[in-house]
């Protein structure tokens, strides 16, 4: 976009919320599943839990194809006006949208059990493997061409994380109060009916948030065509000797194993343990207001000690909260809350810097190798995430089975126990493995980051005299 003069608009603001609303209309869908999805199908469609956790897993061997084909075909697409990665938004916010929306097709509950199954696979594979590929490769993609600079690129990811919480905050504040009921036994339990309309408001507005991103960003550096002959063997030797890439792939699989790991649990220990569906949602808006509190400031913060500095001192936070809640195993839903919202502190440290990290690994891919990778670095850290959401949804599913969880023994006193367990657990084991990797595995600290800047600066400005 250009302004009157014919010069390239400054980054700015503009950018930044642009941004923001492109991972807000991620998470309207994305948190949807990672939220609801394993208690939609076990308690309204009737689906074993571990079936559920199962499918979820398996498809994360389609991703493995459909991501990185998705982002060979983003590098070999040719830049246009709007630039090389926008255009995607708005070709496939519309088909991520409607995927979404025929996951919780609640008039099929009465169906066979056999077609309930198949629905459940077909449609979590049109949205996740193919449609949400579409769409989300391109918008993680385009942060490295909106602003070459690190700070910016940080700025980026931190109104990325802010998306993401206005998200969550619609999802995890206000779907909880509308989708939930009271029984004749005062258990809190999940309408399938108003569970398949807040699918629809979320994505109507997803597709509101992807225009928005298309219309208020700006990608100022141009990334050209990739026309080099794709070899998926030389791909993967690549990769296995891309230390930042195979770092950040693990911090991604073991924070999203603590973090949507939460998240699936959250829809089980208030209603269940606690029998408190409204402290779900406080517990949900108070998260919200720490991450922006947060925003206003991480910016600098990374700058002035190093994203990877700053990440480890926000793991080791959260893990000393989720183990301090196993160790105190605390029936009082407020005394949960609180240290819940110390462990926000501390992954929203991490959370809010990722996005820049990534961006951080495709320039030193750049500078190791002389060639940028956007599409094709960007999807195998997505096929990572998206390993994490699997591995995440389909641990708590199969915990959720041995620990004895139906429809029948919900709020049996061992079960629920058993969930808390389960809650405490799997975020704290995420946490301290992603402590490790940062520590011993990530290589790009404040210093390489920095180096990897100036070198290629210097680079493009050599190109550009030329």
């Keep these: 976009m250009t302004d009157n003069n014919g010069k390239v608009r400054p980054f700015g603001i503009k950018d930044k919320l642009g941004y923001m609303f492109g991972d807000f209309g991620n998470d309207f869908t994305f948190l949807l599943s990672a939220m609801f999805l394993l208690k939609f199908y076990t308690d309204v469609m009737g689906v074993s839990a571990a079936l559920v956790g199962l499918m979820m897993m398996a498809a994360r061997f389609v991703d493995a194809i459909t991501d990185v084909t998705m982002g060979q075909i983003v590098d070999r697409s040719r830049p246009g006006k709007k630039g090389k990665f926008a255009p995607w938004l708005r070709r496939m916010c519309g088909p ?57 690129r940080t700025s980026l990811s931190n109104w990325r994380t802010i998306g993401a919480t206005l998200a969550q905050t619609a999802i995890g504040v206000v779907l909880p109060l509308v989708v939930y009921y009271t029984d004749e036994a005062g258990n809190s339990v999940l309408s399938g009916q108003k569970m ?23 990608e100022r550096v141009k990334v050209g065509q990739n026309t080099q002959k794709f070899s998926f063997g030389e791909l993967i030797k690549e990769l296995a000797h891309n230390r930042s890439l195979i770092g950040i792939i693990v911090c991604a699989l073991v924070f999203l194993l603590a973090q949507l790991s939460l998240s699936n649990m959250n829809a089980y220990i208030y209603p269940n343990y606690f029998g408190n569906i409204k402290a779900m949602s406080i517990a949900s808006l108070s998260g919200t207001i720490v991450i922006l509190l947060l925003s206003t400031f991480i910016t600098k913060l990374a700058s002035k000690i190093g994203k990877k500095e700053l990440s480890v001192i926000g793991c080791i936070i959260s893990a000393a909260s989720f183990i301090t809640l196993f160790i105190i195993h605390t029936h009082n839903v407020w005394i949960w809350i609180a240290l819940i919202i110390i462990a926000t502190i501390g992954t929203s440290m991490f959370n809010m810097v990722i996005w820049a990290m ?19 670095i960007y999807s195998v850290y997505s096929f990572a995430r998206k390993l994490g959401q699997a591995c995440s949804s389909g641990l708590a599913g199969v915990l959720l089975s041995i620990v004895g969880y139906t429809t029948a023994t919900a709020f049996d006193p061992k079960v629920i126990d058993g969930i808390y367990n389960v809650t405490c657990l799997m ?40």
Aim: with cysteine; net charge neutral; proline share 4%.
């Design 96 to 152: 991520v949208a409607l995927a979404s929306f025929l996951m919780y097709a609640t008039w099929f509950k009465d169906m066979p059990m056999g077609f309930k199954i198949f629905w459940m696979f077909f449609t979590y594979l049109l949205w996740g493997s193919i449609c949400y590929t579409g769409i989300n490769i391109p918008y993680g993609s385009m942060a490295s061409a909106i602003s070459d600079n690190p700070t910016d």
């Design 196 to 218: 398949m309309l807040g699918a629809l408001v979320c994505s109507i507005g997803a597709v509101i948030c992807y225009m928005l991103c298309y219309k208020m960003t700006t």
């Design 358 to 376: 990534i961006t951080d690994v495709i320039d030193e891919s750049e500078v190791q190798n002389g060639v940028r990778q956007d599409g094709t």
């Design 427 to 466: 975020p704290a084991a995420g946490m301290t493995l992603l402590l490790l990797a940062l520590i011993f595995l990530y290589p790009l600290n404040k210093k390489r980051v920095e180096a990897n800047a100036a070198k290629l600066r210097e680079i493009r400005a050599a190109k550009e005299q030329q």
